[in-house]
């Protein structure tokens, strides 16, 4: 989802980019991958790569490490071994995700899940490669145009259901995957110093909240979607009730961190719901 979107941003400013899926480089094969950089030479590598099915990682989390950790340690000595600059993307997850105001770049990590400690080791494999070179760029709350997401998922139930039921005692900053696409090559335009950035929309809402917003959109009736408690859909990995990430690390970079989160969804609303509509069209089988 964020890798297309990354690699349209790239396109549209006429960057020279090499994008590579699972089946063109997987990252958990340290040859392949020193293999790849040292052909490519980039001057940066960004990895958008990722094992994201947080509640699969409950019970697989060594395969999620290998992707998540072992992965970007692949790309961080491969990127050390090139001269290359290496943009790494995680996550609130590393958080423990019950405080009461916006968790900052330095505060110290406690993730309470699989996926969230296999993230942290990957943040941390990147910083001790690449003290001079690496960057960790947490996000949260993703949406776009590209693959599954709950916006996304919103758009197709409203159409379907009455109601809906979403969680509203979970806080979070739904975030544009193209925004976060937009921070990542600021950053790597600028040669910003090197460390954790946090890309996520200002504001903060529920899931609740967000889908409210969606059915709005849409024109429907907000009303329709209906508050519960976290409690009411309990799930593998526990959710964070508080997601909120601090945005203090862009301004001593000189540069500008994501804004409201509702103007945003707005602005990708067009595009998400193309998407979604395209999607949901039958496909016609070839002859
Ligand atoms: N989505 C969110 O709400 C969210 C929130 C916070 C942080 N993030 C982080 O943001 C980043 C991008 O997330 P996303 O939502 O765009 O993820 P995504 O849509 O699930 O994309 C992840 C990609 O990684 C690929 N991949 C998996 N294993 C790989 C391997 N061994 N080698 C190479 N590629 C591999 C997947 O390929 P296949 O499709 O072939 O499996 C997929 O294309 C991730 O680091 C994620 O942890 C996401």
Request: with cysteine.
């Amino acid at each position: 989802m964020l890798g297309a979107d990354l690699v349209a941003a790239l396109a549209a400013r006429g960057e020279p980019a090499t994008a590579l899926d699972r089946a063109a480089l997987d990252v958990t094969d340290a040859s392949a991958t020193a293999d790849a950089v040292a052909a490519a030479r980039p001057g940066v590598v960004i990895n958008c790569a990722a094992w994201t099915a947080v509640d699969d990682a409950e019970v697989a989390e060594d395969r999620a490490m290998a992707v998540n950790a072992d992965g970007p340690a692949n790309l961080a000595t491969a990127c050390a071994a090139a001269g290359s600059r290496l943009v790494h993307v995680s996550t609130d997850y590393v958080f423990a995700g019950d405080s009461a105001q916006p968790y900052a770049e330095d505060d110290v990590p406690a993730p309470r899940t699989a996926y969230g400690r296999t993230k942290l080791a990957g943040e941390r494999a990147v910083l001790d490669r690449l003290p001079e070179t690496g960057y960790v760029v947490r996000t949260a709350w993703l949406y776009g145009a590209h693959g599954p997401n709950f916006v996304r998922t919103m758009i197709r139930l409203e159409g379907q259901r009455p109601a809906v039921d979403v969680v509203d005692d979970q806080h979070g900053q739904p975030t544009w995957t193209a925004d976060v696409a937009g921070r990542i090559i600021a950053l790597a335009e600028t040669g910003a110093r090197p460390g954790i950035y946090h890309a996520t929309s200002a504001g903060q809402t529920t899931w609740c909240g967000l889908a409210r917003e969606v059915f709005s959109l849409l024109g429907a009736e907000p009303s329709r979607v209906r508050p519960v408690p976290a409690s009411a859909m309990p799930r593998p990995a526990p959710r964070p009730s508080y997601s909120v990430l601090g945005h203090g690390g862009w301004a001593p970079a000189g540069l500008a961190p994501i804004g409201d989160w509702r103007a945003a969804l707005h602005r990708a609303f067009p595009s998400v719901l193309a998407a979604q509509r395209a999607a949901e069209q039958p496909t016609t089988a070839p002859n």
